[in-house]
């Protein structure tokens, strides 16, 4: 390639995107790749709460929506559907307090869906919470299909689904960034558990250009669990009920399927709501037990 010459881009938006789907013949369900929910698992979702995020998804997903001035999707999918899952009423959503906009303010509860960077959440929570009730709303894909599209193309991929299977415990990261705040009685929060489909871009630095690269949207396809985080009690349901005490982070790790960097963050968390506490040592391990009632 010539010196200073760089490849053509496509621009592309997420109507791209539903074009492909629509060629592709993807339906807005993931059952036709996976099994369908076991019984205990349909038993934790309601089936009017099903009933009302597909209404929800179905309302977004494929619907042209309004665009910012350089021609992007000024709010991306996964986060206009769990707003309008969460209050459909649209005169309840952006509402400005306190010098700040809400995602969603039903009158009585300020309600915030943050797909990540918990830590630009700070600002607002010091603002909402002496004011309001305030539920974060974090979204978790527990299936993920991914789509790769080629920007020098347009062309997309086919559908693959990734190994990963995501968790509750994958919260805890942002729970961190707002720790502080986790045991102010105004402050609940919501991990919601989806499956979805992701489109990347193929602009990483490795040779496929997979490795580094950018994700273009996320679109929720179902609701699969919601777990809700408003007092000690909460949390320590995500202990194991068999591990035995006291363990030691290791031990918990292996228990709950994560690596030890992870449980010690996670269990530094559990130390700060009182869910766990520190009773000794075992050579260099920190051992922990979990709090009663």
């Known amino acids: ?23 592709q013949g993807i339906r ?5 790749e996976r099994k369908e929910p076991d019984t205990e698992q349909q038993k934790r979702i309601p089936e009017d709460m099903r009933k009302r995020f597909e209404s929800a998804r179905d309302k977004i997903v494929g619907q042209k929506r309004e665009k910012n001035g350089i021609g992007t ?22 509402v400005k307090i306190a010098s700040c906009v809400a995602d969603i303010f039903t009158g009585e509860e300020i309600i915030e869906i943050q797909t990540r960077n918990f830590d630009k959440l700070r600002e607002k929570l010091t603002r909402f919470l ?4 305030v539920t974060v ?46 045991t102010d ?33 996320r679109i929720p396809i179902a609701l699969a669990d919601e777990y809700t985080f408003e007092r000690k009690e909460d949390y320590i349901q995500l202990i194991p009920y068999g591990l035995p005490e006291p363990f030691t982070a290791k031990e918990f790790a292996g228990a709950i399927g994560v690596r030890k ?17 520190r009773t000794g040592k075992r050579g260099n391990s920190y051992l922990y037990r979990v709090v009663e009632s």
Request: glycine letters at 4%; aromatic letters at 12%; charged letters at 30%.
């Open 1 to 23: 390639m010539a010196a200073g010459k760089r490849k053509k881009t496509v621009i592309f938006t997420l109507e791209d995107c539903e074009k492909f789907r629509e060629k």
């Open 28 to 32: 807005l369900t993931a059952q036709n």
């Open 73 to 94: 999707l000024s709010e991306k999918t996964m986060h206009a559907v769990l707003k309008n899952f969460y209050e459909p009423d649209v005169e309840k959503q952006e």
């Open 130 to 133: 002496p004011l309001y009730p």
């Open 137 to 182: 709303v974090y979204p978790i894909p527990r299936e993920k299909w991914i789509i790769w599209i080629d920007q020098t193309t347009g062309e997309f991929s086919g559908k693959r689904k990734s190994p990963v299977k995501g968790s509750p415990y994958m919260a805890f990261r942002e729970f961190y960034k707002i720790k502080p705040f986790l």
């Open 185 to 217: 009685k105004n402050l609940k929060l919501k991990i919601v558990m989806l499956d979805t489909e992701e489109y990347r871009l193929l602009n990483g630095w490795s040779k496929d250009g997979k490795k580094g690269s950018s994700r273009f949207d």
């Open 261 to 277: 960097e992870n449980a010690s963050l996670i269990l530094h968390v559990l130390s700060f709501v009182d869910a766990v506490e």
